[in-house]
DNA sequence: TTGTACGCGTTATCAG
DNA sequence: CTGATAACGCGTACAA
């Protein structure tokens, strides 16, 4: 009753039906090509067309030691911060002719190891860790050990965003753009700022408000009034809103995501504020989907598919010894939400 | 100089270390649990843990003929239809301990191919094809051919979106959305409409289109004016501002999605035109993104991360002879950006 | 240039 | 309940 299909058909399949022998066959498709005779080599791929052969990937993984498999473990793919990333990946991957097996942790510092296990498992060639890490001692310890496992198992490990780990890294400059807003919006006649921070543990978070703060200093501002909230839409709205009553006293504000920062025009907006007329509003990355948001968001922009290509990059010219770091910069882009204020 | 790295540690070094033959080592992980005395598993779980031992997932394929990968093809992964769909696959996969290996053939029908041909090379137990099918009779039959070898090698394929093929289908009642969208705005008090068509060979916006126009005529409501552009945002504000000339003689502007309705909503706002005093607009999907846009979008709700669950738990539900179908519908929400028109 | 034969790490069958 | 041992499909020394 098992209505077992036909059995697969094998390399050994083809070299018969070619009238070769098994290694011929082999080495027709990934031989360096003199090796074999044309004659005989297209006779071999002949032959596999017509039986419709596919390479059985986890048996040359077997033969071989290792896979064309990369990992690539996010946070929450859902994200369009994530996601952009890993349309990078994806692209890159693809001319380089990876297969990439994807990770959702959801933020759970817990998942991240798993996956990280299961792609050791899996004998991935790499894994790209995207997000940034958080300031968890418990964890951190236990990510190092799997990563250094993944290595020298023969694997590489690539983080994007900032690390504190020896791995080669595509490094956000998040300080530096958050300081280049602050400069700018200061520029603009802005005085008087607050900050709807992420998480007090994500580094990204963390380096965001810490550039925006010293970019202050610099311009000889005020520090800003800082309120903490979630890295998501909804942790925007909700810190807006525990805002909302001193925001009379304020002249800008700077949400450290475009997530954060479209969560806080909707806080805004159902409690009768204005933007930018009442309130200035930035935000952190230039998420394509939002740049129709009214009013347009000003905010730094970050080549997030280019950081995803990058990390790819680094895999593959994995030389050797040193952790290299690829840096990437933010690009302020001043939009309507911060207007150049009257009579500065 | 090879560098080579310490041999991993295989369940063989793992039996030797527990004092046991290489099957009782195997059987403590896979075999039944009651197949091996409580103390040999103990010592043999140690073993591993002491060693930090992490099965060769390929060998294992290899041994069992199959793996716990599945692919997951969709038509770019930055686009946030094809996100969140992601999320509820990984969602899911994550609970029924699968991996999920990621496509993102950027529309281009070959890609979808050839990564069809990759994960049967990959011995995928099975793959989810996300993105509406094209009306391209060429890759048609390629791709159901591509199907039948897959499962022919014991693989299953789920698609999502509406099918002509003999698959599990997760079918999405786009018509049907539609036209309950066009019956809602009738009832509203729109009368005159245009509908910014997808591209006229992509089945997901021709059934909206369809059942748009369908509804309309139930209404009673004069056919629709019909603008075709790319399924993306700039296609949306392109479509839009073709329209524009002719703006005035019409009530109502439905986007067959989203992206494309914020494209047309931007289009609007660079040519003077106010939304929704001077037009009203609508779209489909409900992208969470897109939720905070102004004037909030009326649309067609699809429960995305819901839909790419669904997909999973076909893949593990499979039973066997007749291809299933699981309908999701869609649900129409209104929202600022089509107010009940005065004076009906 | 081609063929033979062994090994890769597991699972599963078959004896004990 | 446990232990040998034969596959699994492929790559690759080694031999011819």
């Given amino acids: 009753m098992a209505e ?4 697969p058909v094998t390399l050994m399949d083809v070299a018969n039906e070619a009238g070769v022998s098994l290694a011929t066959a082999s080495r027709a498709f990934n031989g360096s090509t003199r090796n074999v005779r044309e004659a005989l080599r297209q ?17 040359q993984a077997m033969a071989r030691g290792r896979t064309n498999v990369v990992g690539l473990v996010v946070h929450d793919i859902a994200d369009p911060y994530f996601s952009s990333i890993a349309a990078g990946v994806m692209r890159s991957a693809e001319e380089h002719h990876l297969m990439v097996t994807l990770g959702s942790t959801l933020r759970r510092p817990e998942r991240e190891l798993e996956y990280f296990s299961a792609l050791r498992g899996q004998r991935s060639r790499a894994v790209i860790l995207a997000g940034s890490r958080v300031k968890d001692f418990q964890y951190f310890d236990a990510l ?5 496992a993944f290595e020298q198992s023969g694997g590489r490990v690539v983080m994007i965003s900032q690390h504190k780990l020896a791995v080669d890294t595509v490094v956000l400059e998040n300080r530096a753009g958050a300081k280049a807003l602050a400069t700018a919006l200061s520029g603009l006649g802005y005085r008087r700022f607050a900050v709807l921070a992420g998480p007090r543990d994500l580094l990204t978070a963390r ?5 925006f703060k010293d970019g202050l200093v610099r311009a000889g501002r005020p520090a800003p009034l800082v309120i903490e909230g979630d890295f998501t ?3 925007g709205y909700r810190a807006m809103t525990e805002l909302l009553p001193t925001a009379r006293n304020l002249d800008a504000v700077f949400a450290v995501n475009d997530v954060m920062a479209v969560g806080a025009m ?4 159902d409690h009768g504020l204005t933007l930018p007329q009442d309130l200035a509003l930035a935000g952190f990355d230039d998420i394509a989907t939002l740049r ?17 290509s990058a990390a790819v990059d680094l895999i593959l010219t994995a030389d050797g010894q040193p952790p290299r770091q690829k840096r990437i910069k933010g690009e302020v882009i001043l939009r309507a939400s911060t207007p150049r204020r009257r009579g500065r």
Avoid: H
């Fill in 233 to 235: 839409r909804d942790g």
């Fill in 43 to 59: 006779k071999v791929f002949d032959a596999a067309l017509k039986l419709n052969y596919s390479a059985n990937a986890p048996a």
């Fill in 144 to 148: 190092r050990d799997q990563i250094q």
């Fill in 4 to 7: 077992n299909g036909p059995a």
């Fill in 207 to 211: 380096d965001r408000l810490a550039g």
């Fill in 292 to 308: 129709d948001v009214t009013p347009a968001l000003t905010t730094v922009r970050l080549p997030l598919e280019a950081i995803g």
């Fill in 266 to 269: 909707a806080a805004c907006r």
